[in-house]
């Protein structure tokens, strides 16, 4: 699943915010807490826990970062669990140089029952997933 957003702010600013999970809470609405393997920007292999509020149960799934390229890509891949999600985050400067265009990649992998799952789960990731990207513009706008 692919969503693009524009925001009126430098990718230096958009990339440390979206990356940053500690502050995944702020804008995406079913993160209960996060904990990670030190402090934002984390490097490629660093791991973080983030524990999310799936129809009213709270599930732990750990993530380790794959790929960082300070400001302009970024992802990280779900290591446990029987729904791992793997998401991308490509920033760029916006037309005309002004503000940032932001591309977020999400997709989930099934593991024993999350096979069954991975319908359902994506159906959720799609209607959830553009709430999310408009607080985050609306928090990060707001912010400048």
């Known amino acids: 699943m692919e969503s693009i957003i524009e925001v ?6 958009v990339f440390a915010y979206a990356t940053d999970p500690q502050r995944f809470g702020e804008w995406q609405g079913d993160v209960v807490s996060v904990s990670t393997d030190g402090d934002a920007p ?37 290591t446990d669990g029987p729904i791992r999600p793997t998401a991308r985050l490509t920033v760029e400067p ?10 977020f990649d999400l997709d989930f992998e099934g593991h024993g029952i999350g096979i069954a799952l991975l319908p359902l ?24």
């Open 8 to 13: 009126a702010l430098p990718p230096e600013e």
């Open 42 to 78: 984390l490097p490629v292999g660093a791991r973080f826990t983030t524990t999310r509020r799936i129809r009213g149960t709270d599930r732990a799934m750990t993530q380790e970062v794959t790929e960082s390229s300070p400001p302009y890509s970024w992802a990280a891949r779900g």
């Open 94 to 103: 916006g037309p005309g140089g002004a503000g940032s265009r932001i591309t």
């Open 121 to 144: 789960v994506r159906r959720q990731a799609e209607r959830s997933a553009p709430i999310s990207f408009r607080k985050f513009k609306e928090l990060l706008e707001a912010r400048g």
